[in-house]
């Protein structure tokens, strides 16, 4: 299926520490499926940017688009969350970056999540009764947060993607990309 996205605006939310394949791949697919993507992250100053994380070292730099603070989910069709394991811990510990999460379930569209991001959820609060994965460590944090957690390369819960690591990532993202596609999601809610 030749997915087009023209029109869609996809928010990644991210900070330093990001895995830097688990944002490159994904925005790079979305951008060539049409899609525009914005990395947002709780950064100050003009001309602000994050650093990744590249397997065993920083990464690239990547500039920020928008302030987590001044982001509004009401202006994205979907959301990205790259996974690391220094992101989604410092994130979770940002109210502007939680509330930003949750307000994309709220209004049932797409959220994508891989690795460790599903960290994130939980802190949001939107994991309980759905199915889910993850990197391995966090399957527990998860289970105790209510998800029905399982060992796939890739799982989608009604606009819910997650994935286990890079090694999924063709898969996360050619699902990532499917539901951007199709939009808002009814069953997709706090």
Known sequence: MDLKLEGKKVAILATNGFEQVELTSPKNELEKHGARTHIIAPVKGKN???RAWN???WGLYMKVDKKVSEANADDYDALLLPGGVINPDTLRQNEDAVEFIRAFFEQGKPVAAICHAPQLLIEAEVVKGRKMTSYNS????LINAGASWVDEEVV??????TSRNPDDLPAFNAKLVEEVGEGIHEEQTV
Not at 138 to 141: A, L, V, Y
Request: charged share 30%.
């Open 48 to 50: 602000a940017s994050i």
């Open 55 to 57: 397997s065993d070292n």
């Open 138 to 141: 966090i399957k527990r944090d």
């Open 156 to 161: 989608t819960d009604s606009g819910l993607v």
